[in-house]
């Protein structure tokens, strides 16, 4: 017998690590996943699209969604270098309630796209972060939920630490923007304290990796591995040599790509196939709000078209290497003992006559597609 807390999913689903295209009645008991029944269900919850893991967005900057599309044509260090890039400049001009309703606004559009967690860069220091927290209380909704990696404002030593143990009070972890800005004691006086998570972006352009070779002797990647600080994981990684990947398979160290924005600043793209065949462990991201959707279905068709991945290895970035990466536990498959959280594609023409269905929902399907998502405490998801 099932408990009273168990829902029964009638739906076609992709089953497992390899997702497997299978029909029939998912029991989620629990909140958990128990598997397939052939018991008959009278009245199950019935989905007439395609049930696949939940979508996972491993790279924003949910902030800059009020100046989407500023700076067009601009470089990356003047766009969003800190403190003076063009995008501070004009985050400085807008108000705290501005700030919050493009944030809304982002949440709406992550959850238009099927996204179920996402983790932003929050700049700003502890203000920033509880701007996001207000936008989130103010949606109202479980999904899509912020994994929130907080950034210090000041550069002096001791104000530093202070103001990172601060932000670590309420926030998943640190996500710094680069190396380039903190000397090799900065960075040390910072790794030093306790995360859940900590992030760098690195080598994501020629500039940035050249200033850290004529000032430090190394790459950015070689920098952080020298200095032992042990990022979960690095954003980017554009240029990324054989050795360098093989250095970050070696130190346990995940990469997070957003190829779109990449290609939206002009910087070049990452080789992907080069981190894969050095076994790195891939997510996948889109970065900016400001330059970029936060669409990750475009993301993985953008990856399919470059790259000419195997598809159901790019559905894996957005799932459940995603949940590896951010240690979402219980995440990222439909499979026994999986929490019973999903995204949902509706039964539409982007789907209809597949003879490939995770081809045919990472490159054709957009957010018209999505139907809905959830968990059981998502207010109605199912």
Do not use: W
């Not at 497992?16 to 598997?35: A, N, S, W």
């Not at 700030?99 to 992550?110: F, P, T, V």
């Not at 860069?121 to 996001?132: A, C, D, N, S």
């Not at 709000?289 to 991945?309: G, V």
């Amino acid at each position: 017998m099932y408990s009273r807390d168990t829902v029964y999913l009638k739906s076609h689903f992709l089953y497992g690590e390899d997702f497997q295209y299978r029909k029939g009645v998912l029991v989620i008991e629990d909140g958990i996943i128990k598997g397939f029944t052939r018991e008959y269900i009278r009245d199950p919850i019935s989905h007439k699209g395609v049930v696949i893991p939940p979508l996972i967005n491993a790279h924003t900057h949910i902030g800059d969604n009020i100046i989407k599309d500023v700076g067009i044509n601009k470089t990356l260090d003047e766009l969003v270098k800190p403190p003076d890039g063009l995008k501070h400049r004009f985050l400085n001009t807008c108000s705290d309630e501005e700030l919050i309703d493009g944030m809304l606004d982002g949440l709406e559009e992550l959850k238009n796209n099927g996204v179920t967690y996402f983790c932003d860069f929050r700049e700003g220091g502890l203000k920033g972060v509880y701007l996001l927290k207000r936008a989130y209380n103010k949606y109202n909704r479980e999904f899509p939920y912020p994994i929130i990696l907080g950034r210090p404002t000041t550069y002096n030593k001791e104000d530093l630490k202070n103001e990172i143990r601060k932000i670590l009070k309420v926030v998943d972890g640190i996500g710094l923007s680069g190396c380039n800005e903190y000397s090799d004691e900065d960075l040390k006086v910072i790794r030093k304290l306790d995360y859940k998570i900590f992030s760098i972006h690195a080598n994501e352009h020629k500039g940035s990796i050249e200033f850290s070779k004529s000032t430090y002797g190394m790459s950015e990647i070689e920098r952080i591995i020298d200095l032992k600080l042990h990022p979960t994981f690095i954003v980017h990684a554009t240029y990324t040599t054989p050795y360098e990947a093989q250095l970050l398979r070696e130190c346990n160290i995940a990469v997070v790509v957003c190829p779109r924005a990449n290609a939206s600043f002009n910087v070049g793209l990452p080789d992907i196939k080069n981190l894969l065949n050095n076994d790195v462990l891939v997510g996948l991201g889109t970065d900016n709000f400001m330059a970029n959707s936060p669409s990750i279905l475009k993301e993985m068709d953008f990856i399919y078209k470059i790259y000419h991945i195997d598809p159901k290895e790019i559905l894996r970035f957005s799932t459940i290497n995603n949940c590896k990466i951010l240690g979402l536990e219980g995440i990222g498959l439909i499979e026994e003992g999986y929490k019973g959280i999903f995204t949902f594609i509706r039964d539409c023409p982007s789907i209809r006559y597949s003879k490939n269905i995770v081809a045919s929902i990472i490159t054709r399907c957009e957010k018209g597609d999505i139907v809905i998502y959830g968990g059981n405490n998502d207010r109605g998801a199912y």
